[in-house]
Every structure is written in structure tokens, then in C-alpha cells.
């Protein structure tokens, strides 16, 4: 019903940036919180970033200052700017999103998974 595609994951060295795009398609008429969560091997999957409908922001601790979410509401879309990126950014980054669809339902949906990986 509804699908999360993430983008713009690759290969970077220590001190780069990305920016990772999320876009969501399907029966859509509003998405509350979007986020981005990583989970590398051998870890629980933890949030990075959030964004509500209101525009309020929650980083977790390790990326404050570098890490940058927003969101494009016109375009059901969110994005995360990457910048002074560490090895231990390294991880698969997906994108979360709470989204009223059909029948008035909240629903939460995640996307694939773009790899980061960050070489030191």
C-alpha cells in the first residue's frame, strides 16, 4: 500500500558528507513522524534521526552537530545531510515513516536500506 525508497547511500571517506533521500508513494493522505534509523552488523537497529509533523527534531547524541533531518511534506519526502562522517557511521540506513493511508490508518512503514559506509 505504501512504499519508503531510500537513496543516496554509498561509499565515502572519514570527514565526508551525504545526504540521504527518503520518498514515499502510495495511498497516502498525511505521515506523522519520519525518521532514519542504521543498524550495523551485529547491533540493534537505533534511531538517528526524527522529525515530526510540527517540525520538531530528535537526534541521537552520537550525530548531533552533524547530522541534519528535514522533511518536504508537498513531496512525502524526508532527507538526511551527513556531514563530518565517521567510521562508526558505518551501518544500513533506513527510513521510517508513520503514514495515514487508506481507511484513516495509521501505519508505519520502513524502506529497504541504503548502505553507508564510511572508510577511515
Known amino acids: 500500500q505504501v512504499q519508503l525508497v531510500e537513496s543516496g547511500g554509498g561509499l565515502v571517506q572519514a570527514g565526508g558528507s551525504l545526504r540521504l533521500s527518503c520518498a514515499a508513494s502510495g495511498i497516502i493522505y498525511s505521515i506523522n513522524t519520519m525518521g532514519w534509523y542504521r543498524q550495523a552488523p551485529g547491533k540493534q537497529r537505533e534511531l538517528v534521526a526524527d522529525?515530526?509533523?510540527?517540525?520538531?527534531?530528535n537526534y541521537a547524541d552520537s550525530v548531533k552537530g552533524r547530522f541534519t533531518i528535514s522533511r518536504d511534506n508537498a513531496k512525502n519526502a524526508a532527507y538526511l545531510q551527513m556531514n563530518s562522517l565517521e567510521p562508526e557511521d558505518t551501518a544500513v540506513y533506513y527510513c521510517?515513516?508513520?503514514?495515514?493511508?487508506?481507511?484513516?490508518?495509521?501505519?508505519?512503514?520502513w524502506g529497504q536500506g541504503t548502505q553507508v559506509t564510511v572508510a577511515s
Open positions: 522529525i515530526t509533523s510540527g517540525g520538531n527534531t
Open positions: 521510517n515513516a508513520d503514514v495515514i493511508g487508506a481507511g484513516w490508518r495509521q501505519r508505519n512503514y
